[in-house]
């Protein structure tokens, strides 16, 4: 079965700094994306890339939020300088255009803002 | 704005107590209509897909049944593994391709 991997599952850092969560989409896939969720509330889109560029991004993704696709395997979410209110489950999730048509998703990375 | 409201927010069953999860959706024409389990500290884990209405998807004990405004997931006699947060998410036209909108999801109790 295929997977998605992501490190680190946990990452507590102080607030203004920066860090970067990684992922390792399953390695067919050309559509990937990041998601969040806030303890006790929905899971929210932030990004979504394709072609080493974003494809749409919501407006929780603002200049503080950027992703990159260093080489063939690994997508990334850097946070500039992490404020209280990141403090979340980050899901990166990736997809095919050849089927099965649905995102496999990640086991997620808790990110705690103190 | 799409939107995916799911209800009821919590459901506690005995087990062999069957009962149906609803997922209602507004969308600017829908692409998909998708079904996700997800455990504690977990990701979602993909259950089902609907594209139209009318559809239905089965699998093991879960039914996805799908109508031009709102999606059903029927469990039939549940077992405490069934035990999970349900998540509805929407895939809508007019947005990058795969883009999801989730519900808030629906906490699943099955006691034995």
């Known amino acids: 079965e295929p997977e998605v991997t992501q490190t680190p599952s946990h990452q507590v850092t102080q607030m203004g700094q920066e860090v970067i969560l990684r992922c390792v989409p399953i390695s067919n896939h050309l559509y990937f994306y990041w998601y969040r969720q806030i303890l006790g509330q929905k899971v929210e889109f932030l990004v979504s890339f394709y072609n080493n560029e974003i494809s749409e991004k919501s407006e929780i993704f603002d200049d503080q939020f950027s992703v990159e696709r260093p080489d063939g395997s690994n997508f990334t979410l850097k946070i500039r300088s992490t404020k209280l209110e990141d403090s979340a489950m980050y899901f990166c999730?990736?997809?095919?255009?050849?089927?099965?048509?649905?995102?496999?998703f990640g086991p997620g990375t808790r990110l705690t803002v103190t | 704005e799409d939107q995916v409201t799911q209800s009821p927010e919590a459901l506690r069953l005995q087990e062999g107590e069957s009962s149906s999860l609803n997922c209602s959706y507004t969308v600017s024409g829908l692409r998909g209509l998708f079904w996700y389990r997800q455990d504690p500290g977990k990701g979602p884990e993909f259950l089902f897909t609907?594209?139209?209405a009318g559809e239905e998807k089965e699998k093991e004990r879960l039914k996805a049944t799908l109508t031009k405004k709102e999606s059903f997931l029927h469990i039939t006699a549940p077992k405490p593994e069934d035990s999970a947060t349900y998540l509805c998410?929407?895939?809508?036209?007019?947005?990058?391709?795969?883009?999801?909108?989730f519900g808030q999801g629906t906490i699943l109790t099955v006691h034995p």
């Open positions: 999730a990736s997809l095919t255009d050849r089927g099965p048509l649905f995102q496999y």
């Open positions: 609907l594209y139209s």
């Open positions: 998410a929407v895939e809508a036209g007019g947005t990058s391709y795969g883009k999801l909108t």
